[in-house]
T-cell receptor, first 118, second 115 residues
Framework: GAVVSQHPSWVICKSGTSVKIECRSL??????MFWYRQFPKQSLMLMATSNEGSKATYEQGVEKDKFLINHASLTLSTLTVTSAHPEDSSFYICSAIPGVGYSNQPQHFGDGTRLSIL | AQSVTQPDIHITVSEGASLELRCNYSYGATPYLFWYVQSPGQGLQLLLK??????LVQGIKGFEAEFKRSQSSFNLRKPSVHWSDAAEYFCAVGEGYNQGGKLIFGQGTELSVKP
């Protein structure tokens, strides 16, 4: 149980295009999802907290106009990297906390999306 | 400020040997503590968690961890390592849900297993 699916798993695109990454909770509902970025051989850096039906909360230093987050349902959050450039190339991982409203549950992670901008 | 420290960046153990990965945290309240494992190019899998109660917690794949409040530690152990355990291991401290449910990760420890 508690499966999180991320799509696509790998995307290569040209500089200047926008890329959308989907994060789905397959067998549970989640009010809260998270988006992380991970550089090679490094830990996860939290980018933003995504809350269903409300605006995402971004961490300091993360450009909200660059990384658009939409959490339109209790099973889907999307991250759109707008006008992507080579420096946006990275491994992006989402996670979800099972539960609607208060939930004393751990985060469950997707398998990540490797984004390469040429 | 909350923080998590994993002192060992890389550890190599022989298959069948015991393993201990260290984790120290700094957190003002009673922490929620986690260990996750990440294989190359993949997401994170939860090994075990500590919220409250018994300070020795059992996880999947034969792992266990012990919460020691006096030492601010949550070390991960396994009595006999298998080659398939080679991966990156992350310790994390979590805020309660009503504080956002965020996780603060350590830097990670890369485990290599010698045959």
């Amino acid at each position: 149980g508690a499966v999180v699916s991320q799509h696509p798993s790998w995307v290569i695109c040209k500089s200047g295009t926008s890329v959308k990454i989907e994060c789905r909770s397959l067998d549970f509902q989640a009010t809260t999802m998270f988006w992380y970025r991970q550089f090679p051989k490094q830990s996860l850096m939290l980018m933003a907290t995504s809350n269903e039906g409300s605006k995402a909360t971004y961490e300091q230093g993360v450009e909200k106009d660059k990384f658009l987050i939409n959490h339109a349902s209790l099973t889907l959050s999307t991250l759109t990297v707008t006008s992507a450039h080579p420096e946006d190339s990275s491994f992006y991982i989402c996670s979800a906390i099972p539960g609607v409203g208060y939930s004393n549950q751990p985060q469950h992670f997707g398998d990540g999306t490797r984004l390469s901008i040429l | 400020a909350q923080s998590v420290t994993q002192p060992d960046i890389h550890i190599t153990v022989s298959e069948g040997a015991s393993l201990e990965l260290r984790c120290n945290y700094s957190y003002g309240a009673t922490p929620y503590l986690f260990w996750y494992v990440q294989s190359p190019g993949q997401g994170l899998q939860l090994l075990l968690k500590y919220f409250s109660g018994d300070t020795l917690v059992q996880g999947i794949k034969g792992f266990e961890a012990e919460f020691k409040r006096s030492q601010s530690s949550f070390n991960l152990r396994k009595p006999s390592v298998h080659w398939s355990d080679a991966a990156e291991y992350f310790c994390a401290v979590g805020e309660g849900y009503n504080q956002g449910g965020k996780l603060i990760f350590g830097q990670g420890t890369e485990l290599s297993v010698k045959p």
